[in-house]
């Protein structure tokens, strides 16, 4: 069975760090680019980050820019988002995904190009 687990979630003070992982199972993630995606309540999925297969291509939206780095290990098949200086507007479920993306030095924030999902971790910002 192909799964991408979430982990790494939890509640944090503004300004503060969480890194998360998405780790792959039943399947090897140095073929595909990661992306990850977040969803607040009430609000429709965004796109976060992305990083390609071979891993030296990254992207990022805008908002996160200059915080939020994501990496990736292929030999211990996973991904990490290393997130610092949160905003209460950080706050969302996030979600990491993969896609089979032939070209490999890219990546896509374009959540309807991603084959697998994971189940989702919440991140919460608050005082």
């Known amino acids: 069975q192909l799964r991408l687990v979430e982990s790494g979630g939890g509640l944090v003070q503004p300004g503060g760090s969480l890194r998360l992982s998405c780790a792959a199972s039943?399947?090897?993630?140095?073929?595909?680019?990661i992306g990850w995606f977040r969803q607040a309540p009430g609000k429709e999925r965004e796109a976060v980050s992305c990083?390609?297969?071979?891993?030296?291509?990254?992207n990022y939206v805008d908002s996160v820019k200059g915080r939020f780095t994501i990496s990736r290990d292929n030999a211990k098949n996973t991904v990490y988002l290393q997130m610092n200086g949160l905003k209460p507007e950080d706050t969302a479920v996030y979600y990491c995904?993969?896609?089979?993306?032939?070209?490999?030095?890219?990546?896509?924030?374009?959540?309807?190009?991603?084959?697998?999902w994971g189940q989702g971790t919440q991140i919460t910002v608050s005082s």
């Open positions: 995904a993969a896609h089979l993306f032939q070209i490999r030095f890219r990546c896509t924030v374009v959540d309807s190009n991603y084959n697998y």
């Open positions: 039943g399947f090897t993630l140095d073929r595909y680019a």
């Open positions: 990083i390609s297969s071979l891993g030296g291509f990254t």
